[in-house]
């Protein structure tokens, strides 16, 4: 099954409550926002954003420049059925972030909560980081989280790769400057404990 379909399925047959990584909100993500101070304008990017909360609190916060990618439909479909109206202030993208343009410099901060553990295969990372290199400004922020050493090693039927905060720096290189990096232990829907690791960087 390719990817897209792959995940296309999973959000068509789960609530969006129900799959292992959802939280009503993104308290640690929108932390490291607002340590970021950002202007409202600012262009925020949430990769594989699915369904989740964060353009909600993100819009709730008056921040207007939110966009969100997904390489599912239907996980956006159902981000903008909860969001109604509020949906058009959010910029939709429907795409793989492994084969996928964005404009040169177009990104401030650039947010990953469990996408790049994903990528299993050294082109993958190679073209997601490549893209991050071109869509982020100088001077803009990088959150990525992935599962950590102690996190599990199969979501969603797949096999992932788990990082310490010096890993998902090594991945990106010299350009990104670390300013920050911590571990969550976070719930899922039913009661287990992942761990996660988050990595946040300043583009040189």
């Not at 925020?44 to 966009?67: E, F, H, N």
């Not at 981000?79 to 949906?87: H, M, S, V, Y």
């Not at 969550?184 to 583009?203: D, M």
Request: net charge negative.
């Amino acid at each position: 099954m390719s990817k897209p379909a792959h995940w296309e399925a999973v959000y068509t047959a789960k609530a969006v409550d129900q799959v292992s990584w959802y939280a009503p909100h993104l308290d640690r993500s929108l932390a490291y926002l607002e340590a970021a101070q950002l202007p409202k304008s600012a262009d925020i990017l949430d990769v594989g954003g699915g369904a989740s909360t964060l353009p909600d609190d993100l819009l709730d916060r008056g921040y207007t420049g939110v966009a969100v990618l997904d390489i599912a439909p239907a996980a956006i479909e159902r981000a903008r059925q909860r969001l109604g109206e509020r949906a058009d202030r959010v910029r939709w993208i429907v795409g793989d972030v492994t084969n996928l343009d964005l404009p040169p410099a177009s990104v401030d901060f650039w947010h990953d909560r469990a996408v790049f553990h994903f990528l299993r295969t050294e082109a993958e990372r190679e073209r997601y980081v490549a893209l991050v290199r071109k869509a982020v400004r100088v001077g803009g922020h990088v959150l990525v989280a992935t599962f950590g050493p102690e996190g599990p090693e199969r979501c969603s039927g797949l096999d992932v790769v788990r990082y310490d905060a010096a890993g998902i720096h090594a991945e990106f290189g010299t350009r990104f400057q670390k300013v920050d990096s911590s571990v969550e232990h976070h719930t899922t829907p039913w009661g287990s404990v992942q761990e996660f690791v988050y990595c946040f960087c300043v583009v040189k």
